[in-house]
């Protein structure tokens, strides 16, 4: 930003494998990181551009390297909607940060 660059972040998506099993807690921390995350970045002013890696989970990439079959005891939920498109708090927590940006 000091050099008069305008800055883009993409591809933005939560690795949440790390994260409790729960869904909803799995969720919330996902929120949390995306909101955290944001809140920081969103300082600088020549932040133009946010874009997550895909929209819904039905479709990150995560799941092309998530367990599959008998191993699999979770599917990834890092974006902001379900797999039915659905809200979830990620969106709430990326919306928060957007809606508080100062620049």
Do not use: H
């Not at 699999?72 to 039915?84: G, H, S, V």
């Amino acid at each position: 930003a000091a050099r008069d660059v305008d800055l883009y972040i993409t591809e933005l998506d939560v690795n949440d494998e790390a994260f409790p099993a729960e869904t909803a807690a799995r969720d919330a921390a996902v929120a949390a990181r995306y909101e955290t995350f944001l809140t920081r970045v969103l300082q600088q002013p020549r932040v133009r551009v946010v874009i997550t890696w895909q929209l819904s989970d039905r479709y990150t990439w995560y799941r092309s390297i998530a367990p599959s079959g008998e191993d699999a005891t979770r599917l990834p939920r890092p974006l902001p909607f379900d797999d039915a498109l659905q809200r979830k708090p990620a969106w709430g927590a990326i919306a928060r940060a957007l809606n508080r940006r100062t620049a």
